[in-house]
C-alpha cells in the first residue's frame, strides 16, 4: 500500500512566520501534489512537481513555493505566513498518466 | 481547463434509502473521471475511476458511477447506504496526461438512522 505521510496533523503559526510543510511518499511515484481545502471550495491546486527539480505552478499559487530535492518529498513553504492561508493543506502523490492519487492525512494550519 | 459542479453541496438520506451524488463537467477534450471520499478528519481515498470502456464502473464499497458523454456527467450512486457512508464526496476530472485533477466543491452525504 502506498503511504504518503505529512510531517504535522496540526500546526498554529503566526503572521510573518516562514512555515515548512512536510510530505514524503514511499512509492517511487513521480507525480507529487499540495492541494489546499477549504469548505465549500473543495481541492484547490497550489503546485505540482513531475520529476525532482521540476515544479509547475497550480490554481492558486500566491504566497507559496516548492521544493523537490528527493523523489521521495515535497515540501511546501509559506514565505510570509498570513492568516486567508489558514486552511487544511493536502499532499499527494501519483504514477502518470491515469494512476489515481494517493492523498496523507492533511496538514490542519492555523495562522493567527 | 476542465471544470467540475457538484450540483448538490448537501444530501441528508435515511439509512437502506438509495442515493445518488450529481457531477458534471467542462472539458474540450477527452477526460478521466474519479470520485473520491473523504471521512472525517482523514485524507481522500478514491472511491472509484473511469478511464475508458463501460461507462458504468463499480467501486469500492457498494457505489457506481455512470460515465455520460453526451449530458457531460458522472454521477455517484449507491442503492443502499449505511450510517457508515456518512462523509464527503469529491468528483474529479484531469486530462489524458493525468498530471492536473480538478475537483468540485465537495458533496457531504448525511446518513440518518
Known amino acids: 500500500d502506498v503511504k504518503v505521510t505529512q510531517s504535522s496533523r496540526y500546526l498554529v503559526k503566526r503572521t510573518g512566520e516562514k512555515v515548512f510543510l512536510e510530505c514524503v511518499q514511499d512509492m517511487d511515484h513521480e507525480n507529487m501534489f499540495w492541494y489546499r481545502q477549504d469548505p465549500g471550495l473543495g481541492l484547490r491546486l497550489i503546485y505540482f512537481s513531475y520529476d525532482v527539480k521540476m515544479k509547475e505552478k497550480g490554481d492558486i499559487p500566491e504566497g507559496y513555493s516548492v521544493s523537490r530535492e528527493k523523489k521521495e518529498r515535497f515540501s511546501l513553504i509559506l514565505e510570509s505566513a498570513s492568516t486567508n492561508q489558514t486552511s487544511m493543506y493536502l499532499c499527494?502523490?501519483?504514477?502518470?498518466?491515469?494512476?489515481?492519487?494517493?492523498f496523507g492525512n492533511g496538514t490542519r494550519l492555523t495562522v493567527t | 481547463a476542465q471544470s467540475v459542479t457538484q450540483l448538490d453541496s448537501q444530501v441528508p438520506v435515511f439509512e437502506e434509502a438509495p442515493v445518488e451524488l450529481r457531477c458534471n463537467y467542462s472539458s474540450s477534450v477527452s477526460v478521466y473521471l474519479f470520485w473520491y471520499v473523504q471521512y472525517p478528519n482523514q485524507g481522500l481515498q478514491l472511491l472509484l475511476k473511469?478511464?475508458?470502456?463501460?461507462?458504468l464502473v463499480k467501486g469500492i464499497n457498494g457505489f457506481e458511477a455512470e460515465f455520460n458523454k453526451s449530458q457531460t456527467s458522472f454521477h455517484l450512486r449507491k442503492p443502499s447506504v449505511h450510517i457508515s457512508d456518512t462523509a464527503e464526496y469529491f468528483c474529479a476530472v484531469s486530462d489524458l496526461d493525468g498530471n492536473k485533477l480538478v475537483f468540485g466543491a465537495g458533496t457531504i452525504l448525511r446518513v440518518k438512522s
Open positions: 499527494a502523490s501519483s504514477l502518470p498518466p491515469s494512476s489515481p492519487l494517493h
Open positions: 473511469y478511464l475508458s470502456g463501460s461507462t
